[in-house]
T-cell receptor, first 114, second 109 residues
Framework: DTAVSQTPKYLVTQMGNDKSIKCEQN?????MYWYKQDSKKFLKIMFSYNNKELIINETVPNRFSPKSPDKAHLNLHINSLELGDSAVYFC?????????????FGPGTRLTVT | DAKTTQPNSMESNEEEPVHLPCNHS???????IHWYRQLPSQGPEYVIHGLTSNVNNRMASLAIAEDRKSSTLILHRATLRDAAVYYC??????????FGTGTSLTVIP
């Protein structure tokens, strides 16, 4: 049973398109995250939700919009895709927000914008 | 900014201990030190975390310097499966956390 799952695993699309990535966790956690990992393997937090409420909103273009329909799901919608959006996007979850809790990561979605 | 500094790469022989260092000189009193690792083509995986005291779990040990400006992740017996990029992260109150560039560990059979 996969703890944190993401779909799709690979996404190839053209500039200007709109796409979504879905994430689901079956751990019963309250907090979920989106990260972006660029070609240099640097991981950067984008968003975090706790009980469906946005608690972290880093400096990210407003073309990126997260949505949490319930505690177990956090989706990422990207409008007007650009070449620079090409990266691996990871979803993660933790029992609660804060420094004490470990995060569980999904397998990642490799987005390629052509 | 809370930042961490790690060597870009390290090598270890299989079945020998590995000490992965991390400097975090700007750490503040309530910052937690977390370690994650990322195997090739996988998502990061939690390894260990601590605040002030040394910590042990089934995967590794975390040794934290007395002034907390540095820490060391210890893998007691490296296996080929431990080849990964290891990230040292400072986790600050208010959900601020900072991933460094990581150390790529190569395990030699």
């Amino acid at each position: 049973d996969t703890a944190v799952s993401q779909t799709p695993k690979y996404l190839v699309t053209q500039m200007g398109n709109d796409k979504s990535i879905k994430c689901e966790q079956n751990l019963g956690h309250d907090t979920m995250y989106w990260y972006k990992q660029d070609s240099k393997k640097f991981l950067k937090i984008m968003f975090s939700y706790n009980n469906k409420e946005l608690i972290i909103n880093e400096t990210v273009p407003n073309r990126f919009s997260p949505k949490s329909p319930d505690k177990a799901h956090l989706n990422l919608h990207i409008n007007s895709l650009e070449l620079g959006d090409s990266a691996v996007y990871f979803c993660a979850s933790s029992q609660a927000p804060g420094q004490y809790y470990e995060q569980y990561f999904g397998p990642g979605t490799r987005l390629t914008v052509t | 900014d809370a930042k961490t500094t790690q060597p870009n790469s390290m090598e270890s022989n299989e079945e020998e201990p590995v000490h992965l260092p991390c400097n975090h000189s700007t750490i503040s009193g309530t910052d937690y030190i977390h370690w994650y690792r990322q195997l090739p083509s996988q998502g990061p995986e939690y390894v260990i975390h601590g605040l002030t005291s040394n910590v042990n779990n089934r995967m590794a040990s975390l040794a934290i310097a007395e002034d907390r400006k540095s820490s060391t992740l210890i893998l007691h017996r490296a296996t080929l499966r431990d080849a990964a990029v290891y990230y040292c992260i400072l986790w600050r109150t208010g959900n601020q956390f900072y991933f460094g560039t990581g150390t790529s560990l190569t395990v030699i059979p």
